[in-house]
């Protein structure tokens, strides 16, 4: 039976890690849960403040009669707090983490970033009176209240020209640059009549030279008044005007009319729409938002922060001008504090962002959506390593919200889950508009090496190349730079040196060894292909920069642009290029991943990806899936607008089933595939993996520490006996295997039955804490992770 609430007081953000422990009266065990607002006595005057009970426990960490009783259980109370740490402790529980990590995950920290506040300062009496007033402060020869209630009384001086007008019509009646001017609320000629006069707290202060001590005087004496008005960072902050609106086609009326039926009946329901690239998804979106702020409620959408682009954002803002917010990693603190603050408070209706913007405060939550849920970046890969979707869905349920997924390449997880039933799925198989999808062409480039044709690009793609560049269309290429971990292959024959023991690459050392980070298999770097013989066999990759050197040597006329993480290192360079692109300041642009998430840019006919395969050979059990998927929605970026466009594939292996679904653009037959490997392995979603890292600056530390957990590992299942249905693979040096110094070590258990990975977790959880061999190591728990370590 609990005896005993940890409690957090005064949510004041900073202190999340400081719990206080307090007893459980009987009356209230029932009521006593994670997450209830209470009141406790506190300090030393014992008075009543407000606190969050963030854990429970039988134990207590004090001597008994010290620890006060908690005065009542408010537990009735819904406030969005409770939620949010409810939140956080199922959090904790599902993905391992400390409740101070997942805390800090889901309640905004404020750090002591200053929030901006506008102080206006007003007549608090009659005109009459004030100039009453002004003459006895003339006769007391009170210069600073005279100067002061002058301007208040006769606004013709010279603070008319100093003052800030703030009718761009965008912002929430909000000033981004801290406002300093006059503030004009409604029209300019309302100032003159009986509205009240005013000043701005610190044009007083600054250009007047009025001592606050004066101010503060005036107010005691009832004369003037001091307005507070928080200002809010507001990120968003241009003008537009509203477009003609899209008229959705059959399909995406029939989705959106059903969800909003079904949301207006009360159902709460997670809905999946596997859309094709361009098929008109955000468009679905806007209008189900719309039905779900008219009945007063909120919305999530949660967007990964790549494909967060202006052009994406102008669309919602279009819709719904300044009820939205966006969040992202550019944001300060402080910005990011003001953002929560103005949902908590309803200043808006629309929370845009990546990960993060899952914890929006928002009171009377309706939905999250979750767009391109596939996406890797939805997975946390700090403690807590929880992954958006499972946190979403669990949101949605403590809130009574839907949770809407969508993308053109469904993870594996949540279309087997739409076809078991548990997300409602809904199809748009074609594009909107008058867009249809691109044409896909594969070449081998074993077949172009039969050829004598050395050069990284295809005789076909050189062909359709010179005819863009010709008509003046425009070029995407694609270097698949994603998991190229030093993997060997054959130029010839395209064989891949992999483990005979694990289906993964082997990682080519400096030593001249081929390594297996699975299980720690170890071979020579063979000097010739052991399929075919040939002497081309080495490690493979191409950079960006090297294609963008290749192009501009092919195509001296053509205008190139390139997008990596080196070009887009400055705050904005990652827009800027895009932009530039967008205006057709450039024939082709080069780039990585980075390049292929939701854009939008009708004049692209053409898209090459360079390589294709170099994805496969990432050394996890998510290569295949993530090829498929850069495939389809790289090639997703051509023809999207009047012209029809054209993809080509180059790859090493066309028959593999990842590009060959993609070139047809078939999902399901890359699914069936695809689940039918999963199944056999036991990886997600057929089972579930709990991967350990130990993590030392002592290699042996770090190898012993995961050999002791991979031993109680083993020892527990046996206990359990769930060794038949469990593998524990490794420990194993991690593919990462070095990094700051820091020495890595990997265990992976597979097991189908996500709550026996949970309670072993919490298990060697304990088990770490009571030994002293973990002392200098650091270990992580992930489940199903979604990159190799
Ligand atoms: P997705 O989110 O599925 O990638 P978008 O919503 O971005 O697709 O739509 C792709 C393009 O098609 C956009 O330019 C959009 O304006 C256009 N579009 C979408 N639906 C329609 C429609 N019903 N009629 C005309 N154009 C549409
Ligand atoms: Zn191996
Ligand atoms: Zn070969």
Request: with cysteine; hydrophobic share 35%.
């Amino acid at each position: 039976m609990p005896n005993y609430a940890d409690i957090i007081v005064d949510i004041s953000h900073e202190n999340l890690d400081k719990s206080y422990q307090y007893s459980i009266p009987e009356e209230y065990k029932e009521k006593a849960l994670i997450g209830a607002l209470v009141i406790v006595p506190f300090g030393k005057g014992n008075r009543f403040i407000n606190g969050y009970i963030v854990g429970i426990s039988t134990e207590p960490k004090w001597k008994v009669d010290l620890i006060k009783p908690i005065h009542q259980v408010v537990s009735d109370a819904p406030v969005i707090e409770s939620q949010l740490i409810s939140l956080a402790y199922w959090i904790k529980e599902t993905f391992g983490a400390t409740m101070n990590d997942a805390l800090k995950t889901v309640i905004p920290v404020k750090k002591s970033v200053k929030s901006k506040e506008k102080k206006t300062l007003r007549l608090a009496i009659p005109l009459e009176e004030a100039r009453e007033q002004l003459e006895l402060f003339r006769r007391k020869n009170n210069r600073g209240r005279v100067r002061l209630l002058e301007v208040l009384i006769d606004q013709s001086t010279d603070l008319k020209d100093a003052s800030v007008d703030n009718a761009d019509g965008v912002n929430t009646g909000v000033d981004v640059n801290g406002g300093d001017g006059k503030r004009h609320s409604g029209n300019e000629e309302e100032s003159t009549g009986d509205f009240p006069l005013e000043i701005d707290y610190e044009l007083a202060v600054n250009k007047l030279n009025i001592a606050r001590t004066t101010i503060q005087d005036l107010e005691n004496l009832g004369i003037i008044t001091t307005d507070v008005e928080k200002l809010y960072r507001n990120p968003l902050n241009s003008t537009v005007s509203e477009k003609d609106r899209i008229v959705l086609s059959a399909e995406q009326q029939c989705i959106s009319e059903e969800i909003i039926t079904a949301y207006n009946a009360g159902l709460r329901e997670t809905y999946l729409i596997h859309g094709v690239t361009g098929s008109g998804k955000t468009e679905v979106y806007l209008e189900i938002i719309d039905a779900v702020i008219k009945q007063g409620k909120k919305v999530i959408m949660l967007i990964p922060e790549i494909a967060l682009t202006y052009q994406t954002v102008m669309r919602f803002y279009r819709r719904f001008g300044n009820r939205i917010s966006i969040m992202n990693s550019k944001l300060s603190q402080g910005e990011r504090y003001d953002q929560f603050l103005r949902a908590k408070n309803g200043d808006i209706d629309i929370m845009i962002g990546p990960r993060s913007a899952l914890f929006t405060p928002f009171e009377d939550l309706g939905l999250i959506i979750m767009d391109e849920e596939h996406e890797g970046s939805y997975k946390s890969e700090n403690p807590p390593k929880y992954h958006a979707r499972e946190v979403a869905i669990k949101r949605a349920e403590i809130s009574g919200a839907s949770v809407l997924l969508g993308s053109a390449t469904p993870s594996l997880e949540s279309y087997t889950k739409a076809l078991k039933g548990e997300y409602k799925l809904y199809t748009l198989p074609s594009r909107g508009g008058e867009a249809i999808l691109p044409k896909i062409w594969i070449e081998d480039l074993r077949e172009e090496l039969k050829k004598k044709n050395k050069s990284i690009f295809s005789i076909h793609l050189r062909e359709l190349m010179e005819d863009r560049l010709s008509k003046k269309e425009q070029i995407i290429l694609f270097i698949n730079r994603r998991g190229y971990a030093g993997f060997v292959s054959c130029r010839s024959c395209g064989h891949v040196m992999k483990c005979p023991h694990c289906d993964v690459s082997l990682t080519a050392h400096n030593n001249g060894t081929l390594v297996c980070h699975y299980c720690g298999h170890e071979e020579r770097t063979p000097d010739k292909c052991p399929a075919c013989g040939s002497r081309y066999i080495a490690a493979f990759g191409t950079g960006t920069q090297k294609v963008e050197e290749l192009v501009r040597k092919e195509f001296p006329g053509a205008r190139v642009l390139r997008m990596d993480t080196d070009t887009t290192k400055t705050k904005d360079g990652h827009e800027k290029i895009l932009s530039a692109f967008a205006n057709l300041e450039a024939d082709i642009l080069v780039g990585t991943q980075m390049i292929v998430k939701g854009h939008d840019f009708p004049m692209v006919t053409l898209v090459g990806i360079i390589a294709a395969d170099l994805s496969l050979y990432a050394s996890d059990y998510r290569a295949s899936e993530r090829t498929y998927q850069l495939l389809a929605q790289a090639a997703g970026r051509a023809g999207r607008g009047k012209l029809p466009g054209e993809v080509i594939i180059q790859t090493y292996q066309p028959e593999h089933y990842s590009i060959d679904a993609a070139s047809k653009n078939d999902y399901i037959s890359f699914y069936k595939q695809e689940m039918n490997y999963r199944n056999l392995l036991k990886y997600p979603p057929a089972a579930h993996i709990l991967a350990i890292l130990t993590a030392a600056r002592d290699e042996n530390k770090a190898a012993f520490a995961a050999k002791l957990l991979g031993g109680a590992a083993k020892e527990w299942m046996k206990e359990r006996e769930s060794t038949e249905d469990t593998v524990i693979i490794g420990p194993a040096a991690a593919v990462l295997s070095k990094a700051n110094d820091i020495y890595r070590y990997m265990i992976y258990i597979k097991q189908a039955d996500y709550d026996c990975l949970i309670q072993l977790k919490d298990y060697l959880e304990g088990y770490i804490n009571y030994s002293e061999h973990f002392n200098s190591c650091n270990i992580q728990f992930d489940f199903d992770p979604m990159n190799s370590y």
